[in-house]
């Protein structure tokens, strides 16, 4: 396994960056990219690289509007995800934007999406953590509250609230035992602060919430990220665990 790269935030777009290495690796050839999440409207600067973009979301009233506004995508899916018609080996690139943390049985979801990217092909993750302060309050506040206080934290643009289900792969540690599972590289590891909450009109408040979560929690939550990017290989190795 390579080294990791480690950094306290992403440095620019690391995603765009890697998508045209990948392309250029390709010589040029059209790429093919599954968006798992776009219902968020993420999307990636990929100017003057040849794609075809799919997309699929859970079928969310939250999320069901953005999804068909979107103008970037050559073909969608809306529905339980264990379901998306992803066939093996079809994707050179799967993004996933802050999905894994607020979707049931996340693992076998991102199976799935693993079995659908081509051996050498990058899986792109960006979601939120489960074991810091922010995620916790996430986690753990029930959906009526998060329901009532979204239109008072989150900025006017933000999707949701979408649901905060947040197993254990939906963490740091979570997600790296995954890859070793796996037999995946994890070739690059940011973290970042990025919740809606820490974005709003009130995030003074949200911030100092999470601080006083950390100090309770003598730093086991902390506050210094919310936010994992993660740059994942698919290896080319034929002796390497393929799913």
């Avoid at 990025?194 to 974005?199: F, H, K, N």
């Avoid at 911030?207 to 290989?233: F, M, N, W, Y």
Wanted: proline content about 6%; some cysteine; hydrophobic content about 40%.
């Amino acid at each position: 396994m390579s080294e990791v790269r480690w950094w306290p935030a992403t440095q620019g777009d690391v995603f765009s960056l890697r998508i045209r290495e990948l392309w250029t690796e390709h010589l040029g050839r059209r790429l093919d990219i599954l968006i798992a999440g776009c219902g968020r409207g993420d999307t990636i600067e990929l100017d003057r690289v040849e794609t075809r973009l799919t997309g699929i979301d859970e079928d969310l009233p939250e999320v069901r509007d953005a999804v068909h506004s979107r103008t970037d995508l050559d073909a969608r899916f809306l529905g339980d995800l264990r379901d998306a018609p992803l066939l093996p080996r079809t994707f050179d690139v799967v993004h996933v934007p802050f999905l894994l943390e607020r979707v049931h049985h996340a693992e076998l979801v991102l199976d799935r999406m693993v079995n659908a990217l081509r051996p050498g092909g990058l899986l792109l993750i960006r979601m939120r953590d489960r074991d810091t302060a922010y995620g916790c309050y996430d986690r753990l506040l029930p959906g009526w509250t998060r329901r009532l206080l979204w239109p008072h934290l989150a900025p006017e643009d933000a999707v949701g609230p979408l649901p905060a289900v947040y197993e254990q792969v939906a963490s740091r540690e979570g997600l790296h035992s995954y890859c070793l599972m796996r037999g995946l590289m994890i070739a690059e590891d940011y973290s970042a602060t990025s919740g809606s909450a820490l974005r709003g009109p009130h995030a003074p408040l949200t911030r100092a919430a999470c601080q006083a979560l950390s100090k309770l929690t003598a730093g086991r939550l902390p506050t210094t990220h919310d936010e994992i990017t993660l740059v994942i290989r698919k290896p080319q190795n034929h002796f390497a665990r393929l799913i």
